[in-house]
């Protein structure tokens, strides 16, 4: 079975930077469009960036968060990673990864195959 782990989480002060990762176990090898969202009690669940790796990896962003995140993977694909920079107070959120088989997927939104647990984002100042 598929499995997604974050990690990373934790409290960082505003305009600081955080990289939070996601490991991918299981039967995963199909899972080629993945991405991080991101919510708020309250509020709905936010995509924030996603990947596509075939192709060479393109990427998207939510334009709430684009020029100050960077989605990636690692070289065997085992783990996606959310670098963080210049955050800000609404930055902060549970962070989750997700993963899908790009059938019928679209970036940055949800309804995606595979989700963890989430890991938690505070921001301080």
């Known amino acids: 079975q598929v499995q997604l782990a974050e990690s990373g989480g934790g409290s960082v002060q505003v305009g600081g930077s955080l990289r939070l990762s996601c490991a991918v176990s299981g039967d995963s090898y199909r899972l080629d469009c993945m991405g991080w969202f991101r919510q708020t009690p309250g509020k709905e669940r936010e995509g924030v960036a996603a990947?596509?790796?075939?192709?060479?990896?393109?990427?998207y962003y939510a334009d709430s968060v684009k020029g100050r995140f960077t989605i990636s993977q690692d070289n065997a694909k085992n783990t996606l990673y959310l670098q963080m920079n210049s955050l800000k107070p609404e930055d902060a959120a549970m962070y989750y990864c997700a993963a899908d088989n790009c059938v019928g997927w679209r970036p940055l939104v949800g309804g995606m195959d595979y989700w963890g647990k989430g890991t938690l984002v505070t921001i301080s100042s």
């Open positions: 990947i596509y790796t075939r192709g060479g990896g393109t990427t």
